[in-house]
């Protein structure tokens, strides 16, 4: 992840920087980030365009919390007791329930892909870190499927109800360190969706 963490706010416009961002916010999402990945994140830099300013800062908020803060900030937006503040999850999004229809037809296109959830991964395949990382691999060409099976995942499996969960996360009661990557990934999404409406 160090090498992700060194992203530049113009690089995040072409593919591998696309990639590299998307797998940063995957990452982030999964688990709190460790004293390495915040290292890396106080040395990012910005620029004056809305990816570069939500760059800058999530890089500020690195240099402002620490490895213990922001696992416990972790805890309290997405585990909590009993449940965490934000739920991210394709199926609670779009449906209002954990495992349903969503899940079930993301598990189908991925199937499809010959791609499957690591052993050990306890959370389903549509939670939001899961595909910010299945995306970014797509983009980087690590996954089958190239261009065109990036382009259906998000689509299908995005577009819908990614940008109102960064949205959630970025305006969370308990969000410090996360409301920065929450207004970075919810400017992610919308450039994407920018992207795909443009003609071709």
Avoid at 173 to 182: D, H, K, L, S, T
Wanted: charged share 25%.
């Amino acid at each position: 992840m160090g090498e992700t963490a060194t992203t530049t706010a113009m690089a995040a416009t072409d593919g591998e920087g696309r990639a590299r961002l998307f797998a940063l916010l995957g990452r982030l999402c999964i688990a709190a980030p460790d004293a390495s990945l915040l290292e890396g994140l106080r040395s990012l830099e910005g620029d004056a365009t809305p990816i570069g300013q939500a760059v800058a800062a999530l890089a500020q908020a690195a240099r402002a919390t620490d490895p213990d803060r922001s696992s416990r900030e972790f805890f309290d937006l997405f585990i909590g007791i009993g449940r965490g503040e934000v739920l991210p999850f394709a199926s609670y999004y779009i449906t209002g329930f954990l495992h349903d229809r969503p899940l079930a037809d993301l598990r189908g296109d991925l199937r499809r892909l010959g791609l499957e959830r690591r052993l050990g991964v306890a959370e389903p395949e549509d939670h939001l870190g899961f595909l910010c990382e299945t995306y970014a691999g797509l983009i980087a060409g690590e996954f089958p499927g190239g261009a065109l099976a990036a382009e259906q995942l998000f689509a299908r499996h995005m577009a819908p109800w990614a940008g109102r969960c960064f949205a959630d996360i970025e305006r969370a009661e308990n969000a410090r360190f996360y409301r920065a990557v929450g207004a970075l990934g919810r400017t992610a999404i919308e450039i994407e969706q920018a992207a795909v409406a443009l003609p071709a």
